[in-house]
């Protein structure tokens, strides 16, 4: 975990395949999502290399995050980096001022960050394709334990801000980047 930026960082980094690069994917964005979002979730679990990953069962939330997956493997499949980030960013709204003090709106600060680093890449031979798969459901069990840990830290309960708004699965605007090579993809 990070804390540069003023608010927490916290960092994934998974190597994959082209055959688990969608399933993995999706299985830690539900799993962040699992753990930050604070309305009414309905849970579900999600197997992905035999390591159960928490999920939500909320269709705008499974919209955003295969939207999102897709985004990243068209990006990986039709450019020359196999390089890429998806960022989930939590925020709260606050009330924006002037130089006067003077209210003019909103703005959404960052409360804490997802970093997901992923590249993707192959395996050459079956025997180097079971230590890769192995080696990624050891990365999967860890990166929960990671989210497990900093969601139940004291550092990771005081970055969420006060709920004031109970409505919606998230009191809080949820922001999901894709960039790959460097670039942002839509």
Same mark, same amino acid.
């Given at each position: 975990?990070?804390? =540069?930026?003023?608010?927490?960082?916290?960092?994934?980094?998974?190597? @994959? =395949?082209?055959?688990?690069?969608? =399933?993995?994917?999706?299985?830690? @964005?539900?799993?962040?999502?699992?753990?930050?979002?604070?309305?009414?979730?309905?849970?579900?679990?999600?197997?992905?290399?035999? +390591?159960?990953?928490?999920?939500?069962?909320?269709?705008?939330?499974?919209?955003? +995050?295969?939207?999102?997956?897709?985004?990243?493997?068209?990006?990986?499949?039709?450019?020359?980096?196999?390089?890429?980030?998806?960022?989930?960013?939590?925020?709260? %709204?606050?009330?924006?001022?002037?130089?006067?003090?003077?209210?003019?709106?909103?703005?959404?600060?960052?409360?804490?960050?997802?970093?997901?680093?992923?590249?993707?890449?192959?395996?050459?031979?079956?025997?180097?394709?079971?230590?890769?798969?192995?080696?990624?459901?050891?990365?999967?069990? %860890?990166?929960?334990?990671?989210?497990?840990?900093?969601?139940?830290?004291?550092?990771?309960?005081?970055?969420?801000?006060?709920?004031?708004?109970?409505?919606?699965?998230?009191?809080?605007?949820?922001?999901?980047?894709?960039?790959?090579?460097? +670039?942002?993809?839509?």
């Amino acid at each position: 975990m990070n804390q =540069d930026n003023g608010h927490p960082t916290v960092t994934i980094d998974l190597v @994959l =395949d082209r055959h688990t690069t969608k =399933d993995v994917l999706q299985g830690v @964005l539900h799993a962040i999502l699992f753990h930050r979002l604070f309305g009414l979730v309905k849970p579900q679990t999600r197997e992905v290399l035999d +390591v159960t990953m928490p999920g939500v069962a909320d269709p705008e939330m499974e919209g955003l +995050v295969n939207d999102k997956v897709e985004a990243f493997w068209r990006g990986v499949e039709g450019g020359h980096s196999k390089r890429g980030q998806i960022t989930v960013t939590f925020a709260e %709204k606050r009330p924006k001022k002037s130089w006067f003090q003077v209210y003019v709106g909103e703005e959404e600060v960052p409360w804490e960050q997802w970093v997901v680093n992923a590249e993707v890449r192959q395996p050459k031979s079956d025997r180097d394709r079971q230590q890769f798969l192995a080696t990624l459901a050891a990365t999967l069990t %860890k990166a929960v334990q990671t989210m497990l840990v900093h969601t139940s830290s004291p550092a990771g309960r005081t970055a969420v801000p006060p709920i004031t708004n109970a409505a919606g699965i998230s009191p809080f605007p949820v922001r999901v980047a894709v960039s790959v090579g460097g +670039v942002e993809v839509a």
